[in-house]
């Protein structure tokens, strides 16, 4: 019974302990990241570095094609930094992980509503997290400079990632509102930075990868 009782005691310091070790990790992260992105991520139109390309993350679409609020917040921005001259393609990226949802594809069309010529919108079909979309990019399109647009709580991880795989890449603040669920929101960014810092530190590669598509040439 003493054994018992002295094996229990133990297990408990060491998620004590553990549990102490990983809020130091993520305490950590959540200010190394902001600092190191600090000087890459823009608020105003006139302020950014101009690019060939946008990089839209992808967010949730519903039932019925239609982008959320999120999303077409991110592909609003976009198009803004189109018609100011900021940026000359959208790579449009997200999940279409089943034939029934397609992130891409419902981006594609809002824009090609709002007369963006198709020859300027290349869609990333495998983008299902954001280093797979900061990969492919470089990997698959080509993309070495780019403008990452989504909202301001994301793009610190984002330009991280894409600042570490020596991408020359700057952010975007696509807030237009307050969301819904964006307390949420940012309290998951704390384990997705965890998430990016181990895929970087291990160097992993995309669930696909694929042929060459240069953002520079014809689209797909």
């Known amino acids: 019974m003493r054994f018992n009782k002295l094996l229990a005691l133990r297990i408990v ?11 130091l990790l993520t305490t950590y992260l959540a200010y190394h ?12 139109v006139e302020e950014l570095p101009s690019t060939y390309t946008a990089l839209v ?5 519903r039932r019925n094609g239609e982008l959320s609020t999120m999303l077409r917040d ?5 198009l803004l930094l189109y018609n100011k001259g900021k940026i000359k393609r959208f790579l449009v990226s997200g999940d279409n992980r089943t034939t029934n949802y397609n992130e891409p594809v419902a981006m594609k069309k809002y824009l090609l509503e709002r007369g963006v010529p198709e020859e300027d919108i290349f869609m990333d079909f495998a983008g299902f997290d954001t ?10 399109f080509e993309v ?5 647009v989504s909202q301001r709580f994301h793009l610190p991880r984002a330009v991280y990632i894409a600042r570490s795989m020596g991408l020359n890449f700057y952010g975007y603040n696509g807030d237009r509102r307050e969301y819904e669920l964006e307390s949420r929101n940012r309290f ?9 810092w181990i895929e970087l530190l291990i160097n992993k590669e995309p669930h696909f990868k694929g042929d060459k598509i240069p953002i520079t040439g014809k689209n797909n």
């Open 13 to 23: 310091r060491y998620l004590i302990l553990l549990g102490f070790l990983g809020l």
């Open 33 to 44: 990241i902001n600092k190191e992105t600090e000087a890459y991520i823009y608020d105003r």
């Open 57 to 61: 993350l992808g967010a949730s679409v």
């Open 74 to 78: 991110r592909v609003e921005s976009a």
């Open 131 to 140: 280093y797979d979309s900061v990969y492919r990019a470089s990997y698959i």
């Open 144 to 148: 070495d400079s780019a403008i990452v």
């Open 188 to 196: 998951r960014e704390v384990a997705a930075n965890v998430k990016a």
